[in-house]
């Protein structure tokens, strides 16, 4: 049947399916450059990414899976996919908001709440509330009680597919209760082309003098750390396996980077993040946005077990994130950039992923 698949082999009623009692499907999203974004609204998520290599060829640079099945008992829950209502980690599942103890956060990461809870957005079924050729907006209300936050929490996302080749996230939620929030996007990129085996000879650079040292359930127990003078100094490019191997506890700890890093900025501006290249390719990926940190995470825990998208195998370091975000267990640390949203608030940010050849 004609244009029943993606240019990358998705094929959409691999994506239909009713969960939840809510219909799934597959969005497409091409630019004038003949470039795609592949989207589900289970989950809000980025399926495939097609740009150019330095020859022109279009190469698919998210990993992920085929169908809908797939993403139900994939083993990476989080491939692609919108992390709330808080990404990354909450200590021992418990914080404190205006005298009141909210302690019913599930614990699915060691001692911690991690993303969410056991089905945090990025296992929902979103709205899909509006779709042209280039954008999509997805919306889900997140009720009060839900996972343990307080609030009902109206979220969109919106995904825009620029003809600069850009990927532009817009965040948005609104809360009828003060709660926490930390919104981020878990795509997890090969510029090498996904089911390539590493992204280790990828030459990184992020904005940042500091990180943030955590402990070995991967909360952080302090203020930032300087990375000058260890392997976490991206300050200039390095390949992203150049030092993973080092004698270095925060690396040892972590299986590699699972680190979130404070980005040299003022405010909330939209400024630059990171830039990531690999060499087989000479696809540049760079990041910008928003949010006050970004977490590197280089798929240290992969297996290398489940079949991805046609046929792939994932392994450790196969693939890198840049969840641009809040910090890990900003509702335990007042020091931190606030994660709290109230009725009177509007919570708004934006990541771009711009790709370009070198």
Not at 49 to 75: F, Q, R
Not at 211 to 220: F, Q, S, V
Not at 314 to 343: G, I, K, M, W
């Amino acid at each position: 049947m004609e244009n029943s698949k993606t240019r990358s082999g998705l094929v959409y009623a691999d994506f239909d399916k009713l969960v939840d009692g809510k219909q799934v499907k597959l969005v497409n999203l091409t630019n004038t450059n003949g470039c795609e974004l592949a989207l589900t609204n289970h989950g809000a998520r980025i399926v495939s990414l097609m740009v150019p290599d330095k020859n022109g060829n279009l190469v698919d640079i998210v990993t992920g899976h085929d169908s809908i099945d797939d993403y139900l008992t994939t083993e990476e829950p989080y491939f692609g996919a919108v992390c709330g209502r808080y990404a990354n980690r909450i200590a021992k599942g418990r914080f404190e908001l205006d005298g009141i103890v909210y302690d019913k956060l599930a614990i699915n990461n060691g001692p911690n709440s991690l993303h969410g809870g056991t089905k945090g957005f990025n296992a929902v079924v979103w709205d899909i509330e509006n779709i042209e050729k280039q954008f999509v907006t997805f919306s889900y209300l997140s009720k009060d009680g839900e996972e343990g936050f307080p609030g009902n929490l109206q979220t969109t996302v919106t995904y825009t597919f620029t003809d600069s080749n850009e990927v532009v996230i817009n965040y948005r939620a609104t809360t009828d209760k003060p709660t926490v929030l930390n919104l981020t996007n878990h795509a997890y990129f090969n510029l090498s082309g996904a089911g390539n085996p590493s992204v280790e000879d990828h030459i990184l650079t992020i904005n940042a003098d500091q990180y943030l040292d955590t402990d070995e359930t991967a909360i952080p127990y302090g203020a930032g750390t300087t990375v000058e003078n260890t392997p976490m100094d991206f300050r200039t490019p390095h390949p992203i396996g150049e030092r993973i191997k080092n004698d270095f506890k925060q690396l040892i700890q972590a299986k590699g980077y699972d680190h979130n890093y404070i980005l040299n900025k003022e405010n909330n501006e939209l400024s630059f993040c990171a830039r990531c290249v690999s060499p087989q390719t000479g696809i540049v990926m760079e990041t910008y946005t928003t949010q006050p940190g970004v977490q590197l995470y280089i798929g240290n825990w992969m297996s290398g077990k489940m079949d991805g998208k046609h046929g792939q195998r994932y392994p450790a370091y196969s693939a890198f994130c840049l969840e641009t975000q809040h910090f890990p267990d900003s509702p335990n640390h007042p020091d931190y950039p606030s994660t709290v949203l109230r009725p009177e608030e509007t919570f708004e940010s934006e990541t771009i992923y711009k790709y370009s050849v070198e």
